[in-house]
């Protein structure tokens, strides 16, 4: 039932404008009234049912949320902001990585329909998962969309999990190309990097199918014995990138400023498109499936020292 009713908000835009306008407020009403320790464990305990250890962690995920409030470095709102990252990455020499951007906006009313192709990506830069992806613009009901941009332009992600990097995060909306793979579809390779040295790759096939398949590959494509959102599918064969030497190097350069950041990519028409650098994959949560890789992963991490540590 849950899964029918989130797939009916996510393709009714009405709907979908309600779940934001509530989320907005629901985020205005958690900054008054927690502090940042007091969300994070609320959060976590309502997925997991387990309070997190934030003195001395072990887990993966409980490491992460230790981040989230002791760990700031500043180049990690640049990074996790989905334009200014693309001159972190042109700092770096990967110019030719960047995907191609239509327009960039402040505010809505800077929006000209007519300017836009047939089929483009509206993203807010300052969020996850806050996306429009337009195959045909005649079929857009721009007056819910609009109103749905104008929340996103408000709405600050800061908020339910107390991820740092998007607090003080300027708030835009960013058109780009609509981009396909040779799957017919945009697979996207997800390079989990800890202190800087890519680990593992997740890969997803068949997203909306019942055959849809996410599984965790080591440096040599071999699949791992655990997942996310879903178990492995080893029965389900997922090609590796043909750029899959050169992602790893540009991964690791990417992350080698962070004790933990996940890197994705796209490959389309054999080229290498940069996706983004997120910081706290699904708000660090413990979904790691089965659940001792939360443990085992956890070992990978080394936390940086504070000052006044010993």
Known sequence: MRAYLVDLKNNIPFLYYLW???????????????????????LYSSFSGKTPNLSK??????????LKLNYHNP???????KYEVRSYLSDKGYEDILGEIIGVYDKVEEIQL?????????????????????????????????????????NNIFWPGREWPYKNMKPRLIAEKYLTDKSGQLMDYKFFCFNGKAH??????????????????????????????????????????????????????????????????YEVEDKIIFGEMTFYPKSGLPDFNPIEYDTILGEKLKLPKLHGDA
């Open 20 to 42: 934001n306008l509530q989320q907005w407020k629901k985020g205005i009403k958690s900054l008054n009234n927690f502090t940042d320790e007091d969300c994070i464990l609320k």
């Open 57 to 66: 962690p072990v887990t993966f995920s409980e490491k992460l949320q230790w």
């Open 75 to 81: 180049m990690m709102t640049v990074c996790a902001d």
């Open 114 to 154: 007519d300017s836009l192709p047939e089929k483009f990506v509206i993203k807010a830069t300052h969020g996850s998962g806050w996306n429009l992806i337009c195959t045909d613009k005649s079929k857009i009901n721009w007056f819910w969309w609009r109103k749905i941009f104008k929340i996103w332009l408000k």
């Open 200 to 265: 593992f790759i997740q890969a997803n096939k068949g997203r909306g199918s019942i055959d849809h398949a996410q599984n965790f590959y080591d440096l040599e494509w071999n699949i791992q014995p655990f997942g996310k959102d879903l178990k492995p599918r080893p029965d389900i064969e997922i090609e590796a990138p043909e750029n899959l030497v050169r992602m790893i190097q540009i991964a690791e350069d990417l992350a080698g400023d962070f004790p933990f950041v996940r890197v994705d990519f």
